[in-house]
């Protein structure tokens, strides 16, 4: 298996790039992001592969698409739910 470089804090460290990507989408990096760092064609593989892995970042997201939602429905004098 190939190994990633991954720069932090002026150090560089290898790793397997499935052990990059969960910790990359665990920092909540974008996913077109994520795709590049391990060369994907396509974005539809990266999501594939390992969005599944990480439930609680999905869970996140969902959260946080509700709260926008929730407060442009307010913004427009629309409140939603209660």
Same mark, same amino acid.
């Given at each position: 298996?190939?190994?990633?470089?991954?720069? !932090? @804090?002026?150090? *560089?460290? #290898?790793? &397997?790039?499935?052990?990059?990507?969960?910790?990359?989408?665990? +920092? /909540?990096?974008? =996913?077109?992001?994520?795709?590049?760092?391990?060369g994907?064609?396509?974005?539809?593989?990266? !999501? @594939?592969?390992? *969005?599944s #892995?990480l &439930?609680?970042?999905?869970?996140?997201?969902?959260?946080?698409? +509700? /709260?926008?939602? =929730?407060?442009?429905?307010?913004?427009?004098?629309r409140?939603?739910?209660?």
């Amino acid at each position: 298996m190939t190994q990633q470089r991954v720069h !932090a @804090d002026g150090q *560089v460290v #290898v790793a &397997p790039p499935k052990s990059v990507a969960t910790l990359a989408l665990a +920092a /909540r990096t974008d =996913l077109k992001v994520v795709q590049a760092m391990l060369g994907h064609a396509s974005i539809v593989l990266t !999501a @594939d592969t390992y *969005v599944s #892995v990480l &439930p609680e970042v999905a869970h996140e997201a969902a959260r946080e698409t +509700a /709260r926008l939602v =929730l407060k442009a429905a307010s913004a427009l004098g629309r409140p939603l739910g209660g």
